[in-house]
């Protein structure tokens, strides 16, 4: 089945999209979540860190128990998240980030980052965690790690609504696509933070 | 309205909640939860530490989008969790932990954790993340902060099927029940972790 999350991205349930031909969305389409779950399920694996992707934030209304099944939500809603979609720890150091890409070639819209998504980066990075972004180009299928504060000065110094891409080179560490995982962003993070 | 959780814990939503008299559960009453989330809502708001308890874990089968109103889950599931409800991260450390209570008076179950979630914390630890257990004992209203590899250790040791209340308290640091905030375990996980 499939359905859409109030971000506008698409929920296709796993079974449906492993049926489906790999190239169905072509190599440049919008997959960058998956790619991260599976980086993180990798490095959870390895036991190179530990890092969940929260669940989808829902508002509970009505809940049924039908006899000898289990209890059915019948009435839910999507509710905004407050906190990033990431966090965990890697060697000590709490990690938190939020993964955005773009179909845009030339520049990434700020408005792909909620403000409470910003502030939570900020907050964390007042608490000395190491708080990021996840940039991905999807047509280029270029990704750049750039710390959140760094991206936060850049978006007030701008008078755009988007941020270009050179900027973003300039003031991140680029991550090449891979296999397993598929993006590694860890030796980006060292990079970034220690 | 309310329901139960999987975990069999009582769901009242907030409304209700705050509608009833403060004495109808009795001081001795099991809300060890209302009191985390009042204590990190504090921390957040002092900016002592950025922790948030994580959404519970739902399967959504089924999505409705009535005309000209906010999409409506119709058919979903509660999920086991796969880890901790609780994480953030407190001047620089990574912290994770689980809080549980109990009505017995004398042990704490071992059956109230699962293993899953003493495995998220053994897989915290082993990335130098502060991982820890909160424990109330609901009757006399006595909670204790306490490593989650000492807990294991005690487990592993352990031929009972639950934990003594004098073990614990040997074993962790007793944090009193307070106004603002309600559990106040940071200083606990001071004298622990640093």
């Known amino acids: 089945m499939r359905f859409r999350y109030p971000n506008g991205k698409l929920y296709t349930s796993k079974k449906k999209a492993s049926s489906l031909p790999s190239t169905h969305n072509g190599n440049r389409g919008m997959r960058l979540e ?31 128990y039908p006899a000898r099944s289990r209890a059915k939500i019948t009435e839910a809603y999507f509710r905004q998240a ?66 959140a504060s760094v991206f936060v000065q850049l978006k007030e110094r701008s008078e755009r609504k988007s941020l270009q891409k050179q900027v973003i080179a300039e003031n991140s560490i680029a991550v090449p696509s891979g296999f ?9 993070v060292d990079r970034l933070f220690y």
């Open 82 to 147: 407050s906190t990033t979609d990431y966090n965990g720890v890697y060697r000590g150091c709490y990690l938190d980030f939020e993964a955005k890409e773009t179909r845009q070639k030339q520049s990434f819209p700020f408005k792909n980052f909620h403000e409470h998504q910003l502030q939570h980066l900020a907050d964390v990075d007042e608490q000395q965690g190491c708080a990021f972004l996840i940039l991905r180009f999807a047509e280029s299928d270029e990704i750049f790690v750039m710390k």
């Open 180 to 188: 397993i995982p598929p993006i590694d962003f860890l030796p980006a």
């Open 34 to 64: 998956d790619d991260i779950n599976e980086s993180i399920a990798y490095y959870r694996r390895e036991k190179l860190a530990v890092i969940h992707k929260k669940p989808t934030p829902v508002q509970i209304v009505n809940v049924d």
